[in-house]
C-alpha cells in the first residue's frame, strides 16, 4: 500500500520561507513523478509542481522562481522548498504520486501553509 507523509507546514510571515516533505513508503517516491497541490479555503485544489523520476521539474507560473521541488531518493523524499511566501500561498498542501496511469493516484493527507502579512 503507498502512503505519502507531508510535514512542513505552519505560520510565516510574507516574505518567509517553509521547506515541505514528503516521505513515501519503500521505494515508490524514487521510481515515480511526484507533484505538490494545494487548496486554498474556498478554492479549487491546483496543481503546484512536479518532480519525475528523473529529477525534471515543472511549476505552476505564480510560484515559479519562488519554489523548488527537489527529490532524495535515498530517504524516498521529495521537497518543496517555498521562498518569498506572499499570502495567496496560504493553502493546505498535498504531495500527490502519479502512477503507471499518468494520473495522481496516490495522496497524502496534507499539511497547512499559512502565510500571514
Known amino acids: 500500500q503507498v502512503q505519502l507523509v507531508e510535514s512542513g507546514g505552519g505560520l510565516v510571515q510574507a516574505g518567509g520561507s517553509l521547506r515541505l516533505a514528503c516521505a513515501g513508503s519503500?521505494?515508490?517516491?524514487?521510481?515515480?513523478?511526484v507533484g505538490w497541490h494545494r487548496q486554498a479555503p474556498g478554492k479549487q485544489r491546483e496543481w503546484v509542481a512536479t518532480?519525475?523520476?528523473?529529477?525534471?521539474?515543472s511549476y505552476v507560473d505564480s510560484v515559479e522562481g519562488r519554489f523548488t521541488i527537489s527529490r532524495d531518493n535515498a530517504k524516498n523524499t521529495v521537497y518543496l522548498q517555498m521562498n518569498s511566501l506572499k499570502p495567496e500561498d496560504t493553502a493546505v498542501y498535498y504531495c500527490?504520486?502519479?502512477?503507471?496511469?499518468?494520473?495522481?493516484?496516490?495522496w497524502g493527507q496534507g499539511t497547512q501553509v499559512t502565510v500571514s502579512s
Open positions: 518532480v519525475t523520476h528523473d529529477g525534471s521539474t
Open positions: 519503500g521505494s515508490i517516491v524514487s521510481s515515480n513523478a
Open positions: 500527490a504520486l502519479r502512477s503507471w496511469t499518468g494520473a495522481y493516484d496516490y
